[in-house]
């Protein structure tokens, strides 16, 4: 799923230090920062910019989540993209979750010929066969009237106590209502490096496919990104 570094918090901490047998008080919630960069942005298989900024900030309280995101395109050719999101995780047995939301996508400078604004509410089942990972989750873009139903499978390889290799594979099918449909496929690994309990960076390579008569279907990439969780 597509998730802009607009949102920033500000935490202003006032009292005496705590005494020895104090413990500081959990927080209620927790801000990630993301400043990836990739060369290329591709969605769902498609192509839609070139080299670009994506930064993100997701804010999780519990089980509810809200963030927004952003793909900046270096080259101006290509359109910006914002998009806000919300959702919450409901927990289930054996460690699965189901995960509800609603996904708003927003391009600022697109000038006719298309939608400025849709809107895309999602359910997902999250969880884990063994070692392997599960994400298969259902979409519906009520304004442009997709049903996309997608599957990505997880497995991570420790390294070490600061790093790991994590694989992941998608298929996902992308019905509109009225015309064609199409299949769309990727393969993807990620190696964080833990610089902190906070800071992380993460290098990562990326290839994508569909099978959309006239647009090119094969795409290679790589990201570089620095996350902290506040």
């Known amino acids: 799923m597509k998730k802009t570094a607009l949102l920033l918090a500000a935490l202003l ?3 005496a230090s705590l005494s020895a047998d104090q413990a500081a008080p959990a927080s209620s919630y927790t801000i990630t920062a993301d400043f990836p960069y990739t060369t290329k942005y591709c969605f ?3 192509k839609y910019a070139e080299d670009s900024f994506q930064p993100s900030v997701k804010v999780t309280s519990g089980d509810f989540y809200a963030g927004v995101w952003m793909n900046a395109p270096v080259d101006k050719g290509f359109e910006l993209e914002i998009d806000y999101y919300a959702g919450y995780g409901f927990k289930l047995q054996d460690g699965w979750n189901l995960d509800t939301g609603l996904t708003l996508y927003t391009y600022p400078g697109l000038n006719g010929g298309g939608d400025k604004v849709t809107w895309e509410p999602y359910l997902g089942l999250n969880g884990s066969f063994g070692a392997v990972t599960s994400a298969t989750y259902a979409y519906y873009d009520f304004t442009l009237d997709v049903f ?3 599957e990505t499978l997880g497995y991570s390889i420790p390294i070490d106590d600061k790093t790991s290799m994590n694989w992941s594979a998608t298929v996902g099918r992308a019905e509109p209502d009225a015309g064609s449909g199409y299949t769309y496929y990727g393969l993807g690994v990620a190696v964080p490096y ?3 309990d906070k800071a992380t960076v993460t290098v990562g390579a990326q290839f994508a496919s569909h099978n959309v008569s006239g647009l090119e279907d094969n795409h ?4 570089l990104g620095f996350t ?3």
Do not use: A, C, E
């Open 13 to 15: 901490t006032t009292g």
């Open 44 to 46: 769902r298989g498609i």
């Open 148 to 150: 996309t139903l997608q």
């Open 194 to 196: 833990k610089v902190s």
């Open 220 to 223: 290679f990439w790589g990201t």
């Open 228 to 230: 902290y969780v506040f």
